[in-house]
């Protein structure tokens, strides 16, 4: 007799939801990913596809659709300080296909994937579907129920794999509490226009009293400006001349520009945290990416973190869930694989915190000196391959399994194409 598939639902359809979603569709898993936004289009996801996700492209079929997206490449990474330019991960050295970031609009990324996902029978995308509460209990998880159109629905699965963020709310139906650490930066979000010929070497600017990271995206830089937790209503009452006056003081090339800012609106914050929840999984249910462990922006590796979830929640899964064998212990193990190189990266985004408000830029300001480990780099330029290395390929980079792999996938069509199935049924 002939089992039918076992069934999954994928909470949220950022890096984390897209990936594990495709490579459980490949396995034969009959898949739905929920995603409460009715689109991709959101700017504050951070832009970076490293070179283990880009080999991961490669195995997946991916590599070539994704090499014709515009993109900016990344191969060296260094910082201005006042004391000079100061290189500090050379990629060139990495090993593999890929020695180098990508730097790609997340939207057109997730596309992407969303248009594999959709030459995969088993897989249901659903967009503007927002999941309010799961099926069952801590004790053992069956489904969800959403809202979708303005209606509430039940969809029942035999196991829900919840990437719907650090703000996750399959995590609070469950009454799970993710472990803080605490962290003493925010993030100031906003967009200026680029120039060709803007003298930026670096990501950013490391100076006194301010830290600024400028993303190049074409005709415009995406800025993050950071600040002392705690301290944005100060920085919002002084009002916007002044908020100008301190990116000019920090980068004074952006003086003939700074006016593009219209109001302090036109400034988001973004609230950094870093937590991690102590259990990764109940019966029936498995978090992984943000909702498992929230990163921070630094070194920009959380994108990496939870598409490498992803693929190892898959392949460990994928094939039990298939013909119905997955047991409570699979989910265990995916955490048990996944834990040390996320625990490890957090402290490291720790031990950064700690220097830009204690030695560095918004603490005691000691910028127009090089800290002793980036002076070890510029004497030995070799170095800096282990920094590219950390942050480009990351600690235990997972790859396709061999039944997830394609050599090739149909063409990408437009969003409008590939969502209108879905949000009709
Ligand atoms: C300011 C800032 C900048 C960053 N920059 C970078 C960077 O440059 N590079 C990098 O690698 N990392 C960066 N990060 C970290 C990175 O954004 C995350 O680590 C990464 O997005 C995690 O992916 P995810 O798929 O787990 O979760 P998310 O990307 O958060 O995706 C979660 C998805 O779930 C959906 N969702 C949420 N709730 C529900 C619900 N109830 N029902 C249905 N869907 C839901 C959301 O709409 C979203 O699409 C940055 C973080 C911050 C705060």
């Not at 593999?96 to 997340?106: D, E, M, T």
């Not at 985004?349 to 300001?365: D, K, S």
Request: proline letters at 5%.
């Amino acid at each position: 007799m002939e089992v039918s598939p076992g069934t999954c639902v994928v909470v949220g359809g950022g890096p984390a939801g897209m990936i594990a979603s495709l490579l459980l569709a490949r396995a034969g898993v009959e898949v739905t990913v929920l995603e409460k936004h009715r689109d991709f289009l959101r700017d504050f996801r951070g832009d970076t596809v490293h070179a283990s996700t880009l080999t991961l492209l490669d195995e997946l079929g991916l590599g070539e659709q994704f090499a014709r997206l515009p993109a900016r490449y990344l191969v060296q990474a260094g910082v201005d300080l006042d004391a000079g330019h100061v290189e500090i991960a050379d990629l060139r050295r990495l090993p593999g296909a890929h020695q180098h970031i990508a730097l790609v609009p997340q939207w057109d990324f997730l596309e992407l994937v969303a248009a594999a996902c959709r030459a995969e029978p088993t897989h249901r995308l659903l967009m503007g579907a927002e999941v309010v509460d799961v099926l069952g209990s801590a004790r053992g998880v069956h489904g969800v129920r959403y809202r979708h159109n303005g209606t509430e629905q039940e969809l029942a699965a035999d196991l829900v794999v919840a990437c719907d963020g650090r703000t996750s709310a399959v995590r609070t139906s469950v009454g799970r509490r993710a472990r803080e650490f605490g962290v003493p930066i925010d993030v100031l979000w906003f967009r200026l226009p680029r120039h060709d010929d803007d003298p930026i070497r670096g990501l950013g600017r490391l100076t006194r009293g301010a830290m600024v990271v400028l993303i190049d995206r074409g005709d415009y830089f995406q800025l993050g400006y950071l600040i002392k937790k705690g301290t944005d209503a100060d920085l919002r009452a002084a009002g916007l001349e002044a908020f100008r006056d301190r990116l000019v003081e920090a980068l004074p090339w952006l003086a003939d520009r700074v006016e593009a800012l219209d109001s302090m609106e036109d400034v988001k914050l973004l609230s950094v945290q870093i937590s991690r929840l102590r259990r990764w999984w109940a019966p029936g249910l498995l978090f992984i990416g943000d909702a498992a462990h929230a990163m921070s922006p630094v070194g920009g590796v959380g994108i990496n973190l939870a598409v490498q979830d992803a693929v190892a929640a898959a392949r460990r899964i994928g094939p039990r869930l298939a013909s119905r064998r997955l047991r409570t212990l699979d989910l265990a193990a995916v955490q048990a694989r996944r834990w040390l190189p996320t625990a490890i990266t957090q402290f490291g985004q720790r031990l950064a915190h700690r220097y830009i408000v204690g030695g560095g830029p918004l603490g005691r300001g000691r910028t127009e000196s090089v800290p002793p480990a980036l002076r070890l780099l510029q004497r030995f330029p070799r170095l800096r391959g282990v920094p590219a290395y950390a942050v480009a390929i990351g600690l235990l980079p997972e790859h396709a399994p061999a039944w997830g792999r394609r050599s090739e996938t149909p063409e990408a069509t437009s969003l409008g194409d590939r969502l209108a199935p879905d949000l009709r049924s």
